[in-house]
């Protein structure tokens, strides 16, 4: 299944929603977010993984579910050097990838979905799935409203730059100077 950035849009703000009424002191519904927490209540395990210098990419995340087989038990493995703002970008995407493709899948699908997405990682060109994932991530940690709103606060005060903008909001997002920047020129207001 395929989804529409509005439809991401939509399951980001039930998830904030829903981690918000599981544990309100941990998840406030403002920025910055904490993707690592998120995972934790969702019933994942994040792991640290040191380097593999024989794989293509070795700075990338990745998702599995743990043994014995359970809906809301997974891992997700993380390069152990990956800079702290690329390091929630990197597990929010990978909740994203639970929540999008596998999160309500039973034993069978989760390990067809799994093999699957092994299959489309090898393509070293985009695909719709890591698009999906990218943009669960953009919205979880960097919701429209909050980033218009503090734009809208941060340039009231003062006539700064483009790049002392973009490091303002990736600072209190918590997420990279790209990151921030991406979302901005996706919003418009770069």
């Known amino acids: 299944m395929f989804y529409s950035k509005e439809t991401i849009a939509l399951i980001v703000e039930q998830v904030h929603i829903s981690l918000h009424n599981f544990d309100p002191q941990t998840f406030d519904l403002n920025p910055p977010f904490n993707a690592e927490a998120a995972i934790t209540a969702f019933g994942g395990h994040v792991r640290v993984k040191l380097p593999d210098y024989t794989m293509m990419n070795p700075s990338i995340g990745e998702v599995r579910p743990l043994e014995p087989f359970s809906e809301k038990r997974f891992e997700v493995s993380i390069p152990h050097d990956e800079y702290p703002p690329r390091k929630n970008f990197t597990l929010a995407h990978e909740l994203g990838h639970v929540i999008l493709h596998y999160q309500w899948a039973n034993q069978q699908q989760w390990e067809k979905n799994c093999r699957e997405i092994e299959v489309l ?23 429209e409203k909050n980033i218009r709103s503090d734009v809208s606060a941060t340039l009231s005060h003062a006539n700064i730059s483009s790049n002392l903008l973009i490091e303002k909001l990736a600072e209190n997002y918590n997420v990279s100077l790209k990151a921030m920047e991406i979302r901005l020129t996706q919003l418009g207001i770069l």
Do not use: G, H, Q
Not at 121 to 143: G, Q, T, W
């Open 121 to 143: 990682k090898r393509d070293l060109s985009p695909n719709r799935i890591e698009y999906e994932a990218n943009y669960f991530s953009a919205f979880f940690l960097m919701p």
